[in-house]
């Protein structure tokens, strides 16, 4: 008789949350970049690299459900999410301009803000850090905090009140 799997602690929860939420950045980016669908793209995530060893780096196991459907949500809503950061960006710089992982951000992000469940200054942090692995000089990040900022104000004002 198998062992049973202990449940992940709080903490191990938080991590994977964190992981799901860079790996659909990058899963968005990857969709854009290539044209690759969005079951190719799960498949691939999910199978090669949420808990992956690769090259000696041990990657993070993501939450599969939170990936799921912050990348289904981003490209259901991909419209909706895109104006709403358009409508953010400081000097009205179009989307189409951004760097192509920023857009990533934004999307995953304006999923996740739409999604209703997690508190949108929970959302804003997780996605700084994003942007802080992927710019680690900062000028990025404090951009994605003043246009998630906006964005959450705009997307769910009830949660500032």
């Known amino acids: 008789m198998p062992r049973p799997v202990p449940k992940p602690t709080h903490e191990e929860k938080k991590r994977m949350k964190s992981a799901a939420r860079l790996y659909a950045v990058q899963a968005l980016f ?23 060893d690769i090259e000696g780096d041990t990657y993070a196991e993501g939450d599969v ?19 709403a950061t358009d409508t953010a960006l400081v000097d009205r710089w179009p989307l189409g301009k951004i760097d192509p992982t920023l857009r990533a951000v934004f999307r995953a992000a ?52």
């Open 30 to 52: 990857q969709m854009e970049a290539s044209g690759t669908s969005l079951p190719d793209v799960q498949s691939e995530f999910e199978t090669h690299r949420f808990g992956a």
């Open 65 to 83: 459900t939170l990936f799921r459907s912050l990348i289904a949500r981003a490209l259901e809503r991909q419209v909706e999410i895109d104006k």
């Open 110 to 161: 304006g999923s996740e803000l739409l999604g209703k469940g997690t508190p949108p200054k929970v959302v804003i942090s997780e996605f700084v850090d994003v942007a802080k692995a992927f710019y680690p000089e900062g000028k990025e990040a404090r951009l994605v905090n003043a246009v998630l900022d906006h964005m959450a104000h705009a997307m769910r004002p009830e949660a500032f009140e």
